[in-house]
Every structure is written in structure tokens, then in C-alpha cells.
T-cell receptor, first 113, second 113 residues
Framework: GQQLNQSPQSMFIQEGEDVSMNCTSS?????WLWYKQDPGEGPVLLIA?????ELTSNGRLTAQFGITRKDSFLNISASIPSDVGIYFC?????????????FGKGTKLSVKP | GAGVSQTPSNKVTEKGKYVELRCDPISGHTALYWYRQSLGQGPEFLIY????????DSGLPNDRFFAVRPEGSVSTLKIQRTERGDSAVYLC???????????FGPGTRLTVL
């Protein structure tokens, strides 16, 4: 099925460093979402983006909705150990499949204290 | 308030057996989704319910998979004649209505031996 291309696949960083990850698609999405998943848990929504070009922050997290509506990035500033986890981008389908989420493969973040 | 709950948290079965996975959505949420997450992958859409009816089952991989939501609340995902390739985490999500923020349960980890 349709998938988003998410990179990098994994990151190993030092506590306090900034992190950047991105997501691209061959299809247009009208809504982009970023989720975080901890081991044994379901994904938890971090940021939702609804308009092309939109830049939205949630604490140390900042995400942007690409102007072409085919890409998005997520930045985490001043990383801390609890940022460890897998980050997924997701596009919200429209039309007849409205409401269905298409996920990337995830970026696994490891933070060294 | 209570989030989405899923039972069992883990299920181990033998190839060829029948399994049922249960999802309890957030109270009052009319939209319910099932996703499947294979190791190292993002969740993939299976089926969506609006109320009692399966409005979109385009993600079900084959006719061994079936889901019901008879009273518009709890949903059960049923897998017949399980195969080793069915091993995955099965996630349930609910939203107040289609297109709204989806809240995920912790998932059921299915292992088919």
C-alpha cells in the first residue's frame, strides 16, 4: 500500500543536541501529523499540521507542512533522555478514504545522557 | 478519562487457529479504526467503522480478516486460519468523528507459531 518516505531511519544523539527528521510523499496530503511511539504503547499525537506552509510548535517540538503538501519535517530542540522513542509522520487521506492515516516507517531516536 | 483499551495485550497462537482481538474505544467516539504494525514498520490501515457499520474495509489483507462493532462501541477483529505472516501488533484507534484526532490504544501483540 501507499507509504511515506521517512528519514533518517535512526539517530543516535547526545543529550542537549537538536534533532531534525523529515517525511516525503509522492501524493498530496491535506493534513500531516507527527506521532511518537514508546515501546509497548500506541502512537501518541505530537503535532498536527493543516495548511501548506504552516509552521507549528509544541514545546521543544517544531513541525512544518511543506508548501507542495508532499513533505513535512519535525525538529526537536535541546533533546532530553525522555525524547527516546520512535517518531512517525502520517498523512491523513481525503476523498473516499477520508480519515485513514498513512504512516511512514518511523525514525528511531536514541539519546545519550 | 479512560483512553482506548485493547485486550489481550499479548496473544500467542498456533498456525491455523482462530483469534479475536478486542478494542474498547473512548466513550462517545463514533469513529473506530484498526491498524496493523509489523516489526520495524509504521501502522497500516485495516478497517474503519462509523457507528456500527464498516465504512471502509479496503485495508483488510484477505477474507480471513473480519471485524465487527455490533453496538457502535466495542469492536472485535477476527482472524481465521491464522498464518505466521499475521504476526504483528494490532492497533485500535478512535476519534470523535471521522477526520478528527485519532487516539490509539496500546495494541495487541499477536504471535503465530
Amino acid at each position: 500500500g501507499q507509504q511515506l518516505n521517512q528519514s533518517p531511519q535512526s539517530m543516535f544523539i547526545q543529550e542537549g543536541e537538536d534533532v531534525s527528521m523529515n517525511c516525503t510523499s509522492s501524493s498530496i496530503f491535506n493534513t500531516w501529523l507527527w506521532y511518537k511511539q514508546d515501546p509497548g504503547e500506541g502512537p501518541v499525537l505530537l503535532i498536527a499540521l493543516y495548511k501548506a506552509g504552516e509552521l507549528t510548535s509544541n514545546g521543544r517540538l517544531t513541525a512544518q507542512f511543506g508548501i507542495t503538501r508532499k513533505d513535512s519535517f519535525l525538529n526537536i530542540s535541546a533533546s532530553i533522555p525522555s525524547d527516546v522513542g520512535i517518531y512517525f509522520c502520517a498523512g491523513l487521506e481525503g476523498g473516499g478514504s477520508q480519515g485513514n492515516l498513512i504512516f511512514g516507517k518511523g525514525t528511531k531516536l536514541s539519546v545519550k545522557p | 478519562g479512560a483512553g482506548v483499551s485493547q485486550t489481550p495485550s499479548n496473544k500467542v497462537t498456533e498456525k491455523g487457529k482462530y483469534v479475536e482481538l478486542r478494542c474498547d474505544p473512548i466513550s462517545g467516539h463514533t469513529a473506530l479504526y484498526w491498524y496493523r504494525q509489523s516489526l520495524g514498520q509504521g501502522p497500516e490501515f485495516l478497517i474503519y467503522f462509523q457507528g456500527t457499520g464498516a465504512a471502509d474495509d479496503s485495508g483488510l489483507p484477505n477474507d480471513r480478516f473480519f471485524a465487527v462493532r455490533p453496538e457502535g462501541s466495542v469492536s472485535t477483529l477476527k482472524i481465521q486460519r491464522t498464518e505466521r505472516g499475521d504476526s504483528a501488533v494490532y492497533l485500535c484507534a478512535s476519534s470523535s468523528t471521522r477526520g478528527d484526532t485519532q487516539y490509539f490504544g496500546p495494541g495487541t501483540r499477536l504471535t503465530v507459531l
